[in-house]
C-alpha cells in the first residue's frame, strides 16, 4: 500500500494588492485565450499542455533594494492530510493541516519565497475554463475527471503544483460530495526535467558556462549589458551587477504586477530594457552552442516524453487524451528555443503551449501536429512553414533534439551537487 498527502489549496481574506492585475500589461500575465477550433477533417488523438505558473511574489528572499517598504500579503495557502490511499477517506476528512509560513522570515510579510498569488491562482482558474471550453464541451474529454485519460504533472515547487491544481478547478470543477483524490505526478528536483536541470545532465551546466564565456556574450556585455548596469545603477543609486541583476529584474516586475512602489529614479523605459536584456541572456544561453545541441542535454527530455506519449497515441496504444505539465519561464524559454518558433519575449505568467495530435487523411504519415503558443498556432519551420505539421516531418525533427544515449551526451568534466 502506497502514502501520501492529500493537499488543497485554501483562501484567506482577500486582499486588494493580490487579486487584481488588471490594466498592467500582458508581462502580468497572458491567459483565458480562446483555443482555435480544430482544423476541417481533423480527428483529435491526444493534447499536451505545458504552463507556466501564475503570478507570484518574488523568488529570492534577500532586499530588493534598499529601503523597500513593499510587505508581502499572501491569503492564498495549501492544507493537506496524510493519507494511505487515494480511497481512504471518501466523503469524510477527519482533519487537514495548513502549513503558514512565520511573518517576515524570509520576505516581508507572510509570503513564501516565490509563493502563488490569489492573481496567479484565478490566472490558471481562467485558463482552466479556456480548455474546458475546448476540450470537454466539445466531448474530447469527460466532464468528470478520469485518471485513465487525463495525466498531471508538475515540478515539487508549492507555485506550480497550485497552478496545476488551479488549472483542473477551472476545467474540470468538482462534482459531487464525495472527495476526490487527483494525483499530480513529480520527481526529485536533483532528476526532474520539467526544465532544463544540470544536476540531471551535467553537460547543460557546461555548455552554460561555455556561453558566458563565449565571444557572443563577451561582445554583447561590452555593447549592451554592461553600460545598462551602469544606466540603471546611477538612475536609482545603487549597484546592480551581472549577479544581481535577473533578482533585480524579477523585483522591478513582482511590484509592477503587484502595484508597488520601484526605487526612485526608476523609469518605465530602463524597467523594458532590463526585461528585454534578461530575455536576450536566456533564450541565447538556450541557444549555445547550437539550439539542437543545448536542447539534447536540457529541455529534450521533456520534449522525449511528450514524443513517446505521441508515439503511443499514434500506435493506437493505451495512453492518455489529456496532459497537463506545469514548469516555469525557462521551461518556455528552452522549448520555444529547442522548436525553433522563440519570439525572443520573456513569457508571462501563466502562459500555455499546447501540442494537439490529430488523425488527418489527407496528410502524407496520416496524422499531425498543432503547436498554439498564447493564442497563436506556430508554423513550424521543418514542416514548410504549415500550421499543421505532418507527423513524420515533425517526428525527423524531434528525433534531433532528445537525448538517445544520456551516459555519453551528459558527460562533462564538471561536477554538479544539490545543495
Request: charged share 20%; proline share 7%; with cysteine.
Amino acid at each position: 500500500m502506497g502514502c501520501g498527502l492529500l493537499t488543497f489549496a485554501i483562501f484567506g481574506s482577500v486582499i486588494p494588492l493580490l487579486t487584481s492585475a488588471a490594466e498592467l500589461g500582458d508581462d502580468c500575465g497572458v491567459y483565458g485565450w480562446d483555443i482555435p477550433a480544430s482544423p476541417p477533417d481533423a480527428t483529435l488523438l491526444q493534447v499536451h499542455v505545458l504552463a507556466r505558473h501564475g503570478d507570484r511574489v518574488p523568488w529570492e528572499g534577500q532586499s530588493c533594494w534598499p529601503n523597500d517598504p513593499s510587505v508581502w500579503e499572501c491569503t492564498l495557502n495549501s492544507a493537506e492530510i496524510p493519507m494511505y490511499s487515494d480511497s481512504q477517506y471518501g466523503k469524510f476528512l477527519p482533519r487537514v493541516y495548513r502549513k503558514v509560513y512565520k511573518f517576515g522570515e524570509s520576505l516581508p510579510g507572510n509570503c513564501s519565497v516565490g509563493q502563488l498569488t490569489t492573481i496567479g491562482f484565478n490566472q490558471h482558474i481562467q485558463n482552466g475554463a479556456s480548455l474546458r471550453k475546448a476540450y470537454v464541451d466539445t466531448g474530447f474529454i469527460p466532464a468528470n475527471f478520469d485518471g485513465d485519460e487525463i495525466y498531471l504533472r508538475s515540478d515539487d515547487e508549492p507555485r506550480t503544483l497550485m497552478s496545476a491544481e488551479a488549472l483542473i478547478l477551472g476545467m474540470l470543477p468538482p462534482n459531487g460530495s464525495q472527495t476526490e483524490v487527483l494525483r499530480i505526478n513529480t520527481l526529485d528536483q536533483s532528476i526532474d526535467y520539467i526544465s532544463p536541470n544540470p544536476m540531471l545532465c551535467p553537460k547543460l551546466g557546461e555548455y552554460t558556462k561555455e556561453f558566458f564565456e563565449s565571444p557572443i556574450w563577451l561582445s554583447h556585455y561590452k555593447a549592451v549589458t554592461y553600460p545598462l548596469l551602469i544606466a540603471v545603477s546611477n538612475a536609482i543609486n545603487f549597484t546592480v551587477d551581472q549577479d544581481s541583476f535577473e533578482h533585480f529584474s524579477d523585483c522591478l516586475r513582482t511590484h509592477k504586477c503587484h502595484q508597488l512602489p520601484w526605487p526612485p529614479g526608476m523609469t518605465s523605459d530602463l524597467y523594458d530594457a532590463c526585461w528585454t536584456e534578461l530575455a536576450w541572456q536566456y533564450y541565447n544561453q538556450y541557444q549555445y552552442p547550437s539550439p539542437k545541441e543545448i536542447a539534447v542535454v536540457g529541455i529534450g527530455f521533456l520534449l522525449k516524453e511528450f514524443w513517446k506519449q505521441m508515439n503511443s497515441s499514434v500506435q493506437g496504444l493505451p495512453v492518455e487524451k489529456f496532459l497537463l505539465y506545469l514548469g516555469h519561464d525557462d521551461t518556455l524559454i528552452a522549448l520555444t528555443d529547442a522548436l525553433l518558433v522563440d519570439d525572443g519575449l520573456w513569457p508571462p505568467y501563466a502562459s500555455m503551449i499546447i501540442f494537439e495530435l490529430y488523425k488527418v487523411p489527407s496528410s502524407a504519415s496520416g496524422f499531425a501536429i498543432r503547436v498554439i503558443f498564447n493564442g497563436n498556432v506556430l508554423n513550424l519551420r521543418y514542416c514548410s512553414n504549415q500550421a499543421l505539421c505532418d507527423y513524420d516531418e515533425f517526428s525527423n525533427y524531434i528525433a534531433t533534439v532528445v537525448p538517445t544515449d544520456v551516459a555519453k551526451q551528459c558527460a562533462s568534466r564538471r561536477r554538479w551537487t544539490l545543495v
